[in-house]
């Protein structure tokens, strides 16, 4: 099976997910992701049940663990100013003044 996503499935995936032309099951990992990371992560009777649709409770915890993972790493390099794309083991994270 084929995972990998495309410039236009990426486009999709940053744009309106009601009308992206992304498999079902992905707009829903999506849709959780944008849960998860915002302000007041709180998943619903509802979303819980779309969910539900498309992943089984074993899928829904390793999405939302890889997800709180992921969130949590970009908070971090964040937090400390660390430019991942311009990381080498010679290089000193950047850290923004006080």
């Known amino acids: 099976m084929d995972t990998s996503l495309d410039d236009a499935m990426v486009s999709a995936a940053l744009g309106d997910l009601a009308q992206a032309d992304l498999p079902a099951a992905t707009v829903m990992a999506l849709r ?22 498309h992943f089984s409770d ?15 790493w970009q908070r971090f390099i964040e937090a400390f ?8 083991p010679d290089a000193a994270p950047v850290i923004r003044p006080g």
């Open 32 to 53: 959780l992701a944008d849960v998860l990371t915002s302000d007041t992560p709180i998943v619903t009777p509802e979303l819980k049940a779309e969910l539900g649709e």
């Open 58 to 72: 074993d899928q829904i915890l390793e999405l939302g663990s890889a997800l709180a993972v992921a969130s949590g």
């Open 81 to 88: 100013g660390i430019r991942p794309d311009s990381w080498s």
